[in-house]
T-cell receptor
Framework: KAGVTQTPRYLIKTRGQQVTLSCSPISGHRSVSWYQQTPGQGLQFLFE???????NKGNFPGRFSGRQFSNSRSEMNVSTLELGDSALYLC????????????FGPGTRLTVT | AQTVTQSQPEMSVQEAETVTLSCTYD???????LFWYKQPPSRQMILVIR??????QNATENRFSVNFQKAAKSFSLKISDSQLGDTAMYFC????????????FGGGTRLMVKP
């Protein structure tokens, strides 16, 4: 089985721009979760999508949004980028049944200048 | 709110020796799950071991085992016969029923295995 894939792997954006990151889960997985990883704040949960519906949301401003498509692929969008949004963004997929094992992608490294 | 604390930012161990990574947590949930994840320099996060809170028996996975002390809210990871490939960041994480797959992570422990 192919693992979780994330595109792009690296991205450089300017303050004020917006960005869209993509995550393709493992085939058959219906849950996709997103996490932000920074040296200062560590790993923080952004949101989880299950069957195209947002199931959980972390404590991030409304500039961070996401969606999930019928094939379970997910995108997250960050509008009006700030320097503090520079981070590694990880997505993880799972079957979505109760609390099951999550498989992480390699991440997208976003740098905001 | 759930919190996970890892008090050891960095640790080192000689190859073939045993090392224990500490983790404490706080939650008001009665049914929860604890995890140890490994993030090697390649950055791909990998699940090492999982423990259901309702299970008294400590989880083991080959060279990895946990010491789950529910009353003390402690969840340590023991790595036996350490290998160079064990060099990585290790994260303790918590989830619970009705949280879907939302994980609350600790700050991580950087483990260096020395030859």
């Amino acid at each position: 089985k192919a693992g979780v894939t994330q595109t792009p792997r690296y991205l450089i954006k300017t303050r004020g721009q917006q960005v869209t990151l993509s995550c393709s889960p493992i085939s058959g997985h219906r849950s996709v979760s997103w996490y932000q990883q920074t040296p200062g704040q560590g790993l923080q949960f952004l949101f989880e999508y299950f069957s195209e519906t947002q199931r959980n949301k972390g404590n991030f401003p409304g500039r961070f949004s996401g969606r999930q498509f019928s094939n379970s692929r997910s995108e997250m969008n960050v509008s009006t980028l700030e320097l503090g949004d520079s981070a590694l963004y990880l997505c993880a997929s799972s079957l979505g049944l109760a609390v099951d094992e999550q498989y992480f992608g390699p991440g997208t490294r976003l740098t905001v200048t | 709110a759930q919190t996970v604390t890892q008090s050891q930012p960095e640790m080192s161990v000689q190859e073939a020796e045993t090392v224990t990574l500490s983790c404490t947590y706080d939650t008001s949930e009665s049914n929860y799950y604890l995890f140890w994840y490994k993030q090697p320099p390649s950055r791909q996060m990998i699940l090492v071991i999982r423990q259901e809170a309702y299970k008294q028996q400590n989880a083991t996975e080959n060279r990895f085992s946990v010491n789950f002390q529910k009353a003390a809210k402690s969840f340590s990871l023991k790595i036996s016969d350490s290998q160079l490939g064990d060099t990585a960041m290790y994260f303790c994480a918590l989830s619970y029923d009705n949280a879907g797959n939302m994980l609350t992570f600790g700050g991580g422990t950087r483990l260096m295995v020395k030859p």
